[in-house]
């Protein structure tokens, strides 16, 4: 069994910085794309930030400059580092993992973690 494990979230104020992480936790040979996703309010979920196994990373345009996403490759960690926060970066913060088992690649999210910009 694989898990996936957000923490990190809470109540900031406009302009402040949050730092996200994710672990992941089983029996994983190894992890190919880890990313970040985020659903606000009456909203589809949408990308926030990918990072692959060498480090290479892509953010959503309303992130750049702000956000910035790193990763652990011996812990099975990735981070996600939020700065100039502001109230519409508001929204449940998702995990998402590409990870080669032993039966093959699959899929994985985390159960979210809330992220609340206000003043």
């Known amino acids: 069994q694989v898990q996936l494990v957000e923490s990190g979230g809470g109540l900031v104020q406009p302009g402040g910085s949050l730092r996200l992480s994710c672990t992941a936790s089983g029996s994983i040979f190894s992890i190919n794309v880890m990313g970040w996703y985020r659903r606000a309010p009456g909203k589809e979920r949408e990308l926030v930030a990918r990072i692959t196994s060498s480090g290479s990373t892509n953010y959503a345009d309303y992130v750049k400059g702000r956000f910035t996403i790193s990763r652990d490759n011996v812990k099975n960690m990735a981070y996600l580092q939020m700065n100039s926060l502001k109230p519409e970066d508001t929204a449940v913060y998702y995990c998402?993992?590409?990870?080669?088992?032993?039966?093959?690649?699959?899929?994985?999210w985390g159960q979210g973690t809330q992220v609340t910009v206000s003043s």
């Open positions: 998402n993992a590409d990870i080669r088992r032993p039966s093959g690649i699959y899929d994985y």
